[in-house]
């Protein structure tokens, strides 16, 4: 028996659960493999037995989850140990290793012929080599929860085969569990199940106690869920999978009296069932369910419209891949791209077709599934990226005066949408994290602390917006209800903007959906709603959450609950570049929004919108709702396993990190407690307590890893990275790399990158162990100079010459000053170096006429009318990157005259040109 199977060498488990099924089904059929060559040795087979026995009893645990391939065959796997029939075994459990870690099951068809003989296959009976291969239909699970016995089980599944057509557009399975901790436990865990069966007398406890599973039932915890029974018992669980997993459908089963089920079950059902209902009524619902979510409006009808012959007498002369096919030097981009993307290029907005200004056909359909998928009340397809978005919302919501609370640290399009909207910016400052020259989020501390000196200057009726990036680059995640709930008890009416562009696929997570814009506008509009807050309000409680029980509650007769998310679809679900999409949960959006929206949205959308960009966010949604969950877990499995690797591989340990949360976010911000997601020595964090308590959280999809041990900076290594080994990484800063895992990457990307850390790892080793004394030193003190970056700038303030009036409120006028640096006559330029330092430290006041924007961090470090602080220049000065937009080295930094300074703080010089006025 190879050493390497021994417990002792063994990796502790993975996160994923659903991952540690397949690697025990991997140790399955190695360790089958190992018997039955032990046996045909004649060796002893005391301990080999053992271990197929140790992955049998445990594989037994995890396939009680699962249609496939279910409890009966890991009886039939067992019966095979019992009876010494080990190369039958090792044949079994191959096959089925093959079938589930390739997914191979998963691709069926649906008559019932060709289903019996995958199951037969399955179970042992063999195809012919040229059997066909059933393949072009999806398969999903359906869970049955139901307390009756094996032989009722049975009869139900017969019941739904009996109803399957070749016609049927998907095919399933059935999987039945006997208790509500059961069906938790298998919606989490067994990711293929898209529709649940609630049946009757069903118990509450599992049997089942792998600690794999055991955190699955956290929620019980969480929601302090009722023991209660029968119907009753259904309604609550019910509640909980819709909490969970919120695209699944729900049917019940029940024999209850009429009056007690109609009208009194929610929303949470599709359907309700009585027990003597045929199968087929229920077969044809599950299909039902799953075809609205599989249905994909736009795409399908621009397949439909690209099939047609269609003479073409308008624009677009590469539509149909005419103006290539027929010349003789394009034809290169044809056969490259295929003829498809090119029979889908059109510009009409008839024949099938929609018009993304206006839409009131297949992209409505579309916008309207959007908005079901991500929570919102209203979704839009944006095809000129997030930026756009940005802009389109903040034209839409701002009016030229009001005041914006933005996060400094933002993306730049929200900067140039305030210098756009007129609006009067107050820059938040987030805490920052000099020694790996990044910038964190902004604390609630700081939000109140500028709204409540907004209101003591009598400006509250002023402030229309704030705006704050969730998660940010780096990963780390607000809580947008605790936020908006205090924000809403100082300033009722405000609107919420989240930048969600890196965050889109957050909603198909149950830990992470929480932390998501339009999830906390649905729970805080549901709390505002309901009379148990409406009662406490009238009492004059405190907010029950409040640490010190002494934080006002918001008036719910006054508050209203407006919300705006914009999301890089792009980023980090499946759409081509630049598909974005905004989505609204705005209770008065259509009194008092929805005219301006329209309107900001046809004043920044082309005109020629490109329909393969809207048909890929169309199934780009489609996906989410029907494998979001599963692929959005999978990715945070691979994060995880990355995370495992880095720590526990002595190679890479030497010279790279992750930063863990504890590193990330200060303790003052993390009451839970938890510093890492993986440590060698404790193993797991307990990802979901964080995501419940703490004020910021570190996004697990996000991996960054500390390079400041290798001597290199992040510069150099992202190079390396791309030059070298063809990785490609976008954000890195001094002395950290930011790797983030998607819905695309794969196991053998994981392992892949393993090996190249591990491989940059020994040439560093190797190449230190032939150095000098003074290499030594060289290298060390490249190391120190990594260690600690310049001290990260806060937002200095806005010159006079750009406020509104004299109050000592910090909001100025960018757009004032944006535009007058258009004439050079306002324009001076100043050296970026110890003199102007120098003379800032006299006293010399310098006013910046430029957005100045370093790489990295990536946003600007000083705005149009922002005054220029010795700790800016100081920090410009520090700076070891090759990239800063908005500065030229030739020139130098563009401030404001003094001349202009003073005539436009006397009110004398404008934007705007008088003369051609």
């Given at each position: 028996?190879?050493?390497?199977?021994?417990?002792?060498?063994?990796?502790?488990?993975?996160?994923?659960?659903?991952?540690?099924?397949?690697?025990?089904?991997?140790?399955?059929?190695?360790?089958?493999?190992?018997?039955?060559?032990?046996?045909?040795?004649?060796?002893?087979?005391?301990?080999?037995?053992?271990?197929?026995?140790?992955?049998?009893?445990?594989?037994?645990?995890?396939?009680?989850?699962?249609?496939?391939?279910?409890?009966?065959?890991?009886?039939?796997?067992?019966?095979?140990?019992?009876?010494?029939?080990?190369?039958?075994?090792?044949?079994?459990?191959?096959?089925?290793?093959?079938?589930?870690?390739?997914?191979?099951?998963?691709?069926?068809?649906?008559?019932?012929?060709?289903?019996?003989?995958?199951?037969?296959?399955?179970?042992?009976?063999?195809?012919?080599?040229?059997?066909?291969?059933?393949?072009?239909?999806?398969?999903?699970?359906?869970?049955?929860?139901?307390?009756?016995?094996?032989?009722?089980?049975?009869?139900?599944?017969?019941?739904?085969?009996?109803?399957?057509?070749?016609?049927?557009?998907?095919?399933?399975?059935?999987?039945?569990?006997?208790?509500?901790?059961?069906?938790?436990?298998?919606?989490?865990?067994?990711?293929?199940?898209?529709?649940?069966?609630?049946?009757?007398?069903?118990?509450?406890?599992?049997?089942?106690?792998?600690?794999?599973?055991?955190?699955?039932?956290?929620?019980?915890?969480?929601?302090?869920?009722?023991?209660?029974?029968?119907?009753?018992?259904?309604?609550?669980?019910?509640?909980?999978?819709?909490?969970?997993?919120?695209?699944?459908?729900?049917?019940?089963?029940?024999?209850?009296?009429?009056?007690?089920?109609?009208?009194?079950?929610?929303?949470?059902?599709?359907?309700?069932?009585?027990?003597?209902?045929?199968?087929?009524?229920?077969?044809?619902?599950?299909?039902?369910?799953?075809?609205?979510?599989?249905?994909?409006?736009?795409?399908?009808?621009?397949?439909?419209?690209?099939?047609?012959?269609?003479?073409?007498?308008?624009?677009?002369?590469?539509?149909?891949?005419?103006?290539?096919?027929?010349?003789?030097?394009?034809?290169?981009?044809?056969?490259?791209?295929?003829?498809?993307?090119?029979?889908?290029?059109t510009s009409a907005t008839s024949g099938g077709l929609d018009s993304l200004l206006q839409p009131k056909g297949p992209i409505k359909r579309a916008q309207d599934n959007a908005a079901r998928a991500f929570g919102a009340r209203q979704s839009y397809f944006v095809t000129n990226g997030t930026s756009t978005a940005n802009k389109i919302v903040a034209q839409a919501m701002i009016r030229p005066g009001d005041i914006v609370l933005v996060d400094r640290d933002c993306h730049k399009s929200h900067h140039y949408a305030l210098v756009l909207a007129g609006a009067m910016t107050v820059y938040l400052d987030s805490y920052a994290l000099p020694q790996y020259s990044m910038y964190g989020a902004v604390p609630l501390e700081e939000i109140e602390r500028q709204l409540l000196d907004l209101k003591a200057a009598g400006k509250l009726d002023l402030v229309r917006m704030l705006i704050l990036t969730n998660c940010t680059f780096d990963g780390l995640t607000y809580d947008p209800e605790r936020i908006m709930e205090r924000v809403l008890a100082i300033k009722p009416d405000m609107i919420f903007l989240w930048d969600e562009a890196w965050y889109a696929y957050a909603r198909f997570s149950p830990t992470l959906r929480r932390r998501t814009a339009m999830d906390a506008a649905r729970r805080l509009r549901a709390k505002f709603?309901?009379?148990?807050?409406?009662?406490?309000?009238?009492?004059?409680?405190?907010?029950?959450?409040?640490?010190?029980?002494?934080?006002?509650?918001?008036?719910?007769?006054?508050?209203?609950?407006?919300?705006?998310?914009?999301?890089?679809?792009?980023?980090?679900?499946?759409?081509?570049?630049?598909?974005?999409?905004?989505?609204?949960?705005?209770?008065?959006?259509?009194?008092?929004?929805?005219?301006?929206?329209?309107?900001?949205?046809?004043?920044?959308?082309?005109?020629?919108?490109?329909?393969?960009?809207?048909?890929?966010?169309?199934?780009?949604?489609?996906?989410?709702?029907?494998?979001?969950?599963?692929?959005?877990?999978?990715?945070?499995?691979?994060?995880?396993?990355?995370?495992?690797?880095?720590?526990?591989?002595?190679?890479?340990?030497?010279?790279?990190?992750?930063?863990?949360?504890?590193?990330?976010?200060?303790?003052?911000?993390?009451?839970?407690?938890?510093?890492?997601?993986?440590?060698?020595?404790?193993?797991?964090?307990?990802?979901?307590?964080?995501?419940?308590?703490?004020?910021?959280?570190?996004?697990?999809?996000?991996?960054?890893?500390?390079?400041?041990?290798?001597?290199?900076?992040?510069?150099?290594?992202?190079?390396?990275?791309?030059?070298?080994?063809?990785?490609?990484?976008?954000?890195?800063?001094?002395?950290?790399?930011?790797?983030?895992?998607?819905?695309?990457?794969?196991?053998?990307?994981?392992?892949?990158?393993?090996?190249?850390?591990?491989?940059?790892?020994?040439?560093?080793?190797?190449?230190?162990?032939?150095?000098?004394?003074?290499?030594?030193?060289?290298?060390?003190?490249?190391?120190?100079?990594?260690?600690?970056?310049?001290?990260?700038?806060?937002?200095?303030?806005?010159?006079?010459?750009?406020?509104?009036?004299?109050?000592?409120?910090?909001?100025?006028?960018?757009?004032?000053?944006?535009?007058?640096?258009?004439?050079?006559?306002?324009?001076?330029?100043?050296?970026?170096?110890?003199?102007?330092?120098?003379?800032?430290?006299?006293?010399?006041?310098?006013?910046?006429?430029?957005?100045?924007?370093?790489?990295?961090?990536?946003?600007?470090?000083?705005?149009?009318?922002?005054?220029?602080?010795?700790?800016?220049?100081?920090?410009?000065?520090?700076?070891?990157?090759?990239?800063?937009?908005?500065?030229?080295?030739?020139?130098?930094?563009?401030?404001?005259?003094?001349?202009?300074?003073?005539?436009?703080?006397?009110?004398?010089?404008?934007?705007?040109?008088?003369?051609?006025?």
């Amino acid at each position: 028996m190879p050493p390497s199977d021994s417990a002792a060498s063994r990796s502790p488990d993975p996160y994923s659960a659903p991952q540690l099924r397949l690697d025990t089904w991997n140790d399955l059929q190695t360790r089958c493999a190992w018997l039955r060559e032990f046996s045909r040795e004649k060796r002893d087979l005391t301990e080999p037995r053992a271990l197929v026995a140790e992955s049998l009893a445990r594989l037994r645990t995890f396939e009680a989850f699962w249609a496939f391939p279910g409890p009966d065959r890991m009886s039939k796997l067992t019966a095979l140990l019992e009876h010494g029939a080990y190369t039958d075994l090792a044949h079994e459990a191959r096959e089925l290793a093959r079938l589930l870690v390739g997914d191979a099951y998963r691709q069926r068809n649906a008559s019932p012929h060709a289903a019996s003989r995958a199951e037969s296959h399955a179970d042992g009976k063999r195809d012919s080599p040229n059997a066909p291969v059933n393949i072009g239909k999806p398969y999903f699970e359906v869970l049955v929860v139901d307390g009756v016995d094996g032989y009722d089980h049975e009869e139900v599944r017969d019941g739904f085969r009996t109803c399957r057509r070749d016609t049927d557009e998907f095919v399933y399975d059935l999987v039945t569990v006997p208790s509500l901790e059961d069906a938790l436990i298998a919606v989490q865990f067994n990711w293929t199940i898209q529709t649940v069966f609630l049946r009757y007398n069903y118990g509450f406890r599992t049997e089942h106690q792998d600690d794999a599973l055991r955190r699955y039932l956290d929620v019980l915890a969480r929601e302090a869920m009722p023991t209660c029974f029968g119907l009753d018992r259904s309604v609550e669980l019910a509640k909980q999978i819709k909490k969970l997993r919120p695209e699944i459908d729900l049917f019940l089963v029940t024999d209850a009296p009429l009056d007690r089920v109609a009208g009194n079950l929610g929303t949470n059902f599709r359907r309700v069932f009585y027990r003597l209902e045929q199968h087929m009524e229920q077969h044809l619902s599950i299909l039902k369910g799953i075809r609205s979510r599989f249905e994909a409006p736009f795409f399908d009808a621009l397949r439909k419209y690209s099939a047609k012959p269609t003479g073409v007498f308008h624009a677009l002369p590469i539509a149909r891949g005419k103006s290539m096919s027929s010349g003789h030097w394009a034809k290169d981009l044809l056969e490259f791209y295929g003829p498809n993307i090119f029979m889908a290029e059109t510009s009409a907005t008839s024949g099938g077709l929609d018009s993304l200004l206006q839409p009131k056909g297949p992209i409505k359909r579309a916008q309207d599934n959007a908005a079901r998928a991500f929570g919102a009340r209203q979704s839009y397809f944006v095809t000129n990226g997030t930026s756009t978005a940005n802009k389109i919302v903040a034209q839409a919501m701002i009016r030229p005066g009001d005041i914006v609370l933005v996060d400094r640290d933002c993306h730049k399009s929200h900067h140039y949408a305030l210098v756009l909207a007129g609006a009067m910016t107050v820059y938040l400052d987030s805490y920052a994290l000099p020694q790996y020259s990044m910038y964190g989020a902004v604390p609630l501390e700081e939000i109140e602390r500028q709204l409540l000196d907004l209101k003591a200057a009598g400006k509250l009726d002023l402030v229309r917006m704030l705006i704050l990036t969730n998660c940010t680059f780096d990963g780390l995640t607000y809580d947008p209800e605790r936020i908006m709930e205090r924000v809403l008890a100082i300033k009722p009416d405000m609107i919420f903007l989240w930048d969600e562009a890196w965050y889109a696929y957050a909603r198909f997570s149950p830990t992470l959906r929480r932390r998501t814009a339009m999830d906390a506008a649905r729970r805080l509009r549901a709390k505002f709603r309901s009379s148990e807050y409406k009662a406490a309000f009238a009492l004059g409680d405190a907010a029950p959450d409040a640490p010190d029980g002494g934080r006002p509650m918001v008036d719910p007769d006054l508050a209203r609950v407006r919300v705006y998310a914009t999301q890089s679809t792009h980023k980090t679900l499946t759409s081509l570049r630049q598909g974005s999409m905004i989505h609204v949960y705005d209770e008065d959006f259509e009194q008092k929004a929805s005219d301006s929206f329209h309107e900001a949205f046809m004043t920044h959308t082309s005109t020629s919108p490109n329909y393969q960009i809207v048909a890929s966010l169309d199934v780009g949604r489609r996906q989410v709702e029907l494998e979001g969950f599963e692929m959005v877990e999978q990715t945070i499995g691979l994060a995880m396993t990355l995370r495992q690797r880095v720590s526990e591989h002595p190679d890479i340990a030497r010279f790279f990190s992750v930063l863990r949360p504890a590193d990330m976010i200060p303790p003052e911000h993390r009451p839970s407690g938890l510093d890492f997601y993986y440590d060698s020595e404790h193993g797991w964090g307990q990802l979901d307590r964080a995501y419940r308590m703490d004020e910021f959280t570190l996004d697990p999809t996000r991996v960054t890893l500390y390079i400041g041990g290798t001597g290199m900076d992040g510069d150099t290594f992202r190079h390396l990275l791309m030059d070298k080994y063809d990785i490609q990484i976008n954000k890195t800063s001094r002395n950290t790399a930011l790797f983030m895992p998607n819905i695309g990457t794969t196991r053998g990307d994981i392992a892949y990158l393993v090996g190249v850390l591990v491989e940059i790892s020994l040439d560093i080793a190797d190449r230190l162990s032939v150095e000098s004394d003074s290499g030594l030193a060289r290298h060390s003190a490249r190391v120190d100079s990594l260690v600690e970056g310049p001290p990260l700038p806060n937002f200095s303030r806005f010159h006079d010459a750009f406020k509104p009036d004299t109050a000592p409120t910090p909001e100025g006028d960018l757009r004032r000053a944006y535009f007058l640096a258009y004439d050079d006559e306002n324009i001076d330029l100043i050296g970026l170096d110890r003199g102007t330092l120098a003379a800032i430290k006299d006293g010399r006041e310098y006013v910046s006429a430029a957005f100045v924007t370093p790489y990295p961090p990536g946003f600007p470090i000083l705005v149009p009318g922002q005054v220029l602080s010795a700790e800016i220049i100081a920090y410009l000065l520090a700076l070891d990157v090759k990239e800063i937009h908005g500065y030229d080295p030739l020139k130098g930094l563009r401030v404001f005259t003094e001349e202009a300074l003073e005539r436009a703080a006397a009110g004398e010089l404008t934007f705007i040109n008088t003369e051609r006025v």
